[in-house]
């Protein structure tokens, strides 16, 4: 048991996916931005039970 309490996973789609596909996580947060955005890549598949959202600003955070 590492006991580390959080970690942020950055460096593109690929190496987010990989990472969720390990299991390696007890919690996901994702942040939709309220704005529209016209380009970008679609959300990493996994499966997780969606626990809670918050309305932060313009942004809704899921909490999975």
Known sequence: NL???KLL???GAKT???F???G???EVIIVES???LHAGV???NFCALLKKTEKLGSDTW???
């Open 3 to 5: 006991q580390i309490g």
């Open 9 to 11: 996973v950055e460096g």
């Open 16 to 18: 987010l996916q990989i």
């Open 20 to 22: 969720l596909d390990s």
């Open 24 to 26: 390696s996580f007890d």
């Open 34 to 36: 309220g704005q529209e």
């Open 42 to 44: 679609p959300q990493p």
């Open 62 to 64: 899921f909490y999975y």
